[in-house]
């Protein structure tokens, strides 16, 4: 369905989202881990994105072992419930290793080295056969939550009919792991430097929508993995807003 900037008079509640955004150090600064969706998705058809997608109900099941800030801290981070707070955390650390087999799960003090052992597992966690909490309570493994570091908060515009209400994570790739692209949701996968990812959008080789082209402008100011971590946050809800120029839609964010 087209843009339209007028505002429906019911606009659609939108579904909660985790987002994961994974870097990695390299000899000629950070890249980001990027996916191309393929054009047959409802959301986002042919976009780069980051790994990420909708909450799982089950992702909330306080069972999963957990290691790093509690729920209760991710709930102020991001605002709303302890539960929820769970279970973006839960949908982050999922959603990264379906989409891109990184696991940020271990058994001692970081994740685990090699997460390609728990390729079965990882195609069962994308037919829900199985939960997030299943999977990790067979594996012995527990969830890193100290790996990842909140970073924004986006909903889709009220003039869409499919809406998220998205949370942004920041985690660097783990010592040993390789992220691929063994997904039916992209057509194509890769690391790139944010300043070439966004060089490919403006030249017309990409799409991005505005939450990735905002998120790669703050990335390409980090020289390293290290200085991204400690950048201190605070996380502010943004709703774009849709207006009309002619024959053109323009998005606005914040304030403009």
Sequence with gaps: MPFSDTEPAQATVPRDAATLILLRDTDEGIEVFL???????????????????????RDADASVRWAGPPASEWADWFGGTESVARALVCAAVRETFEESGVLLAGTGDGAVADAARYAEARRALESR?????????????????????????????????RRYDTRFFLAVLPPGQHADGATTEAESSGWQRPADALADAEAGRSTLMPPTWHTLTELAGFGTTADALAAERKVETIIPRLIREGDRIRVLMGDE
Excluded: K, N, Y
């Excluded at 054009?39 to 058809?45: D, E, K, R, Y």
């Excluded at 299943?134 to 908060?153: K, Q, S, V």
């Design 35 to 57: 996916q191309r969706r393929v054009a047959a998705m409802a959301f986002a058809p042919g976009m780069t994105v980051f790994p990420g997608g909708g909450v799982d109900q």
């Design 129 to 161: 056969e199985v939960s997030l909490a299943g999977f990790l309570a067979e594996a012995g493994l527990t969830l890193r939550a100290d790996l990842l570091r909140p970073w924004a908060h986006w909903i889709t515009p009220v003039q869409e009919e």
